[in-house]
């Protein structure tokens, strides 16, 4: 069995929180305007979301393919043409549905992060190191009973 370590598995959830949000980033930064690749990768660097193209490609790909994305080729006065990718109606509408959820999703959690959870009362407690057998309930077994 692999040893537990804390920050391997911190950067494997914050990798898996990153991948679980960049469809939605890219529209986001689509919706404001056309973007070639390179520039997409750039703005969310500057956001602190490190991405590569090996990554990024799939995605406008994926997009693109849904109908959120379509993209023209324009000429560049430094090399080959390039794919600008813009946002489409059907991308405008899914990004607005993408917006209330992360609007639901991080109210959620900003709420989460504030509370104070107060403990359970002590007898509510079973502790695990007793024997099933010992555990006492007055009340009919009801565990062949649907919820």
Same mark, same amino acid.
């Given at each position: 069995? !692999?040893?537990?370590? =804390?920050?391997?598995?911190? #950067? ?13 980033? /890219? ?22 979301? %490190? %991405?590569?193209?090996? *990554? $990024? ?11 959120? $994305?379509? +993209?023209? @080729? =324009?000429?560049?006065? &430094?090399?080959?043409?390039?794919? +600008?990718?813009?946002? *489409? #109606?059907?991308?405008? +509408?899914?990004? *607005?549905?993408?917006?209330?959820? @992360? $609007?639901? /999703?991080?109210?959620?959690? !900003? ?11 002590? &007898?509510?407690?079973?502790? =695990?190191?007793?024997?099933?057998? *010992?555990?006492?309930?007055? !009340?009919?077994?009801?565990?062949? &009973?649907?919820?």
């Amino acid at each position: 069995m !692999e040893a537990f370590n =804390v920050n391997q598995t911190i #950067e494997k959830v914050k990798s898996q929180m990153r991948k679980g949000i960049l469809e939605y980033c /890219i529209l986001l930064i689509l919706h404001q305007r056309e973007a070639y690749s390179a520039d997409i990768i750039r703005i969310l660097q500057e956001s602190k979301l %490190i %991405i590569v193209e090996g *990554t $990024l490609y799939p995605l406008l790909s994926r997009l693109k393919n849904l109908g959120l $994305l379509s +993209y023209s @080729w =324009v000429e560049s006065t &430094q090399g080959p043409p390039r794919k +600008y990718y813009k946002i *489409t #109606e059907k991308g405008d +509408y899914f990004l *607005t549905h993408l917006n209330d959820a @992360w $609007l639901e /999703i991080s109210h959620a959690v !900003e709420d989460l992060s504030r509370r104070d959870f107060p403990a359970l009362p002590a &007898q509510e407690y079973i502790s =695990v190191s007793e024997p099933i057998d *010992t555990i006492q309930n007055d !009340e009919k077994d009801h565990s062949d &009973q649907p919820l």
